[in-house]
């Protein structure tokens, strides 16, 4: 074997790994109650995480994954740029919870998420007005600015 035929193959092995190399955060998320003893009644699929490029270009700031049944979430291949990111995991009647990683050009990053329920007393909900104070706004509440036509 040649010496350009051993630079050619070791080029296209190097070109074949590269991709497998992207810089990428992972991990994954879990449902805890209060005592921080998991949830089980709830699924895992869906909880969003946002990653946040706090260094870079707005057009080029975030992407956010969902978490499979099992509660994992990976990154978009090529998606991710070298800088600092802030990666937050959110769930509807839970805590978000946010971590800082700092990512390279190959830099795989896993993160583990602990999603505290919120309990139901300290949840906030909208209801109905139930009398005429109810309906009653602070004028230094509410910005109302006129229909443009």
Do not use: W
């Amino acid at each position: 074997m040649n010496r350009r035929h051993r630079s050619t193959i070791a080029t296209v092995v190097l070109a074949a790994l590269l991709p497998a190399c992207a810089a990428k955060i992972h991990g994954a998320v879990q449902l805890v109650d209060a005592n921080l003893k998991p949830v089980a009644k709830e699924s895992l699929q869906g909880t969003v995480v946002n990653m946040i490029n706090t260094t870079t270009a707005v057009e080029q700031a975030s992407h956010a994954a969902t978490t499979d049944v099992d509660g994992k979430f990976e990154s978009a291949k090529g998606r991710l740029r070298p800088g600092t990111y802030k990666v937050e995991a959110s769930r509807i009647g839970y805590e978000t919870e946010t971590q800082t990683v700092e990512i390279k050009e190959h830099t795989q990053k896993k993160i583990e998420f602990k999603l505290r329920q919120i309990q139901e007393g300290k949840r906030k909900t909208i209801q109905g007005s139930k009398s005429d104070e109810d309906k009653i706004i602070n004028p230094g509440e509410v910005n109302i600015q006129a229909p443009t036509m």
